[in-house]
């Protein structure tokens, strides 16, 4: 990794050299009813606009490379038989600008399964190509808890790295095409007095985090509690919206539907994100449903993040973004599941 240095009134000349192509980047989005400002991600035309202090958005920028709805293929019925057209999409190169280390760890997750030899997700390799990923220090909300997860800092998956040093930038260079672009700046090699006030940033960013999650041994732990009342305590509490799939930046599950024309000469196939907790996730053709009930679901949501992808990859499905907790009605939040789990018992529920 190379380490540079350039001063904040330049980057408005980087975004200059990245607007050749669409910035997608985090812009306000109204206001909570707490007075909390919303922020998302969205096409961004004036650096005006980005809102690099955002604290964190509604959706993470996954809807860009696995959008929640996607055509995957048409048929039509020609002269000379069935005409199939696929479109993978990733013909617009894009600019992510602005993701925080969650949300760059979060799509590095999402390759190892959806890059993944032998069935690759196509459509979702197509986008995932033509992408340039600019990340960005960030501030930890309540609900964070990356920094439990190994998620809060970046070695790979994204182009270049920057946190704010008050007047410049430090900034970690990941790829020979950032590189090439940072050229047309005015960078310097940091000095040791950088190297100092870049890790003062690191430290007082540590020093805010206040949701713990203790991961030591959990993937026993949720062995031995497969059977805990805790989960029919959470379960029961769910209301079975999806919203915490929908939000996650992780989450990847789909559906597939068809919908065929009046005619019959033709069909439109999509691919629809879909949400574990949603009372049909596991009804299968005939009416039978593998998990009825919500305390079901929702327990096989965390075993899947926390035990079985562990498993997988020896990481969890979880980047500690905290989108979950923060969107569920029912205050159903990662760091308390886990927490009860591991205490045998749920408080307050
Ligand atoms: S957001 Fe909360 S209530 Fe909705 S499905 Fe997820 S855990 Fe259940
Ligand atoms: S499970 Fe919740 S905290 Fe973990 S990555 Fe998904 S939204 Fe973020």
Request: negative net charge; hydrophobic residues 40%.
């Given at each position: 990794m190379i380490f540079k240095v350039f001063a904040a009134q330049e980057l408005g000349r980087l975004f200059?050299?990245?607007?050749?192509?669409?910035i997608v980047g985090p812009v306000k989005k109204g206001g909570a009813a707490d007075g909390r400002v919303l922020y998302d991600f969205a096409p961004v035309y004036d650096l005006a606009d980005l809102c690099l202090d955002f604290d964190q958005t509604i959706h993470s920028a996954k809807k860009y490379l696995l959008p929640y709805v996607e055509e995957t293929?048409?048929?039509?019925?020609?002269?000379?038989?069935?005409?199939?057209?696929?479109?993978?999409?990733?013909?617009?190169?894009?600019?992510?600008?602005?993701?925080?280390?969650?949300?760059?760890?979060?799509?590095?997750?999402?390759?190892?399964?959806?890059?993944?030899?032998?069935?690759?997700?196509?459509?979702?390799?197509?986008?995932?190509?033509?992408?340039?990923?600019?990340?960005?220090?960030?501030?930890?909300?309540?609900?964070?808890?990356?920094?439990?997860?190994?998620?809060?800092?970046?070695?790979?998956?994204?182009?270049?790295?920057?946190?704010?040093?008050?007047?410049?930038?430090?900034?970690?260079?990941?790829?020979?095409?950032?590189?090439?672009?940072?050229?047309?700046?005015?960078?310097?090699?940091?000095?040791r007095d950088d190297h100092r006030r870049f890790q003062g940033v690191v430290e007082q960013r540590k020093s805010l985090f206040t949701a713990e999650v203790d991961t030591s041994d959990l993937t026993k732990i949720l062995d031995m509690e497969f059977d805990s009342a805790v989960w029919a305590q959470w379960g029961d509490r769910c209301l079975s919206c999806g919203t915490c799939a929908q939000v996650c930046p992780t989450c990847y599950c789909y559906g597939v539907e068809e919908v065929v024309a009046m005619d019959m000469k033709g069909a439109d196939k999509f691919r629809q994100l879909y949400s574990c907790n949603l009372l049909d996730f596991a009804q299968v053709a005939g009416g039978h449903n593998f998990r009825p009930e919500s305390r079901s679901r929702l327990k096989y949501r965390y075993y899947h993040k926390h035990r079985g992808f562990v498993e997988a990859f020896e990481e969890a499905l979880c980047v500690g973004c905290g989108r979950c907790g923060t969107n569920c009605l029912a205050d159903i939040t990662v760091p308390e599941v886990i927490a009860s789990v591991r205490r045998g018992e749920v408080d307050d529920v």
């Open positions: 200059e050299l990245l607007a050749v192509n669409m293929c048409s048929f039509k019925l020609e002269e000379v038989g069935w005409e199939k057209e696929v479109d993978y999409g990733g013909n617009q190169p894009l600019v992510l600008f602005g993701l925080h280390a969650c949300d760059i760890n979060a799509l590095n997750k999402l390759d190892k399964v959806l890059l993944a030899q032998p069935y690759p997700n196509q459509f979702y390799g197509a986008k995932r190509a033509g992408i340039f990923i600019v990340g960005h220090s960030c501030q930890p909300t309540p609900a964070c808890f990356c920094h439990a997860m190994g998620t809060d800092s970046v070695l790979h998956g994204c182009d270049l790295f920057l946190t704010p040093l008050g007047d410049d930038y430090f900034v970690e260079i990941m790829s020979s095409r950032a590189f090439h672009i940072l050229e047309n700046l005015n960078l310097r090699e940091p000095g």
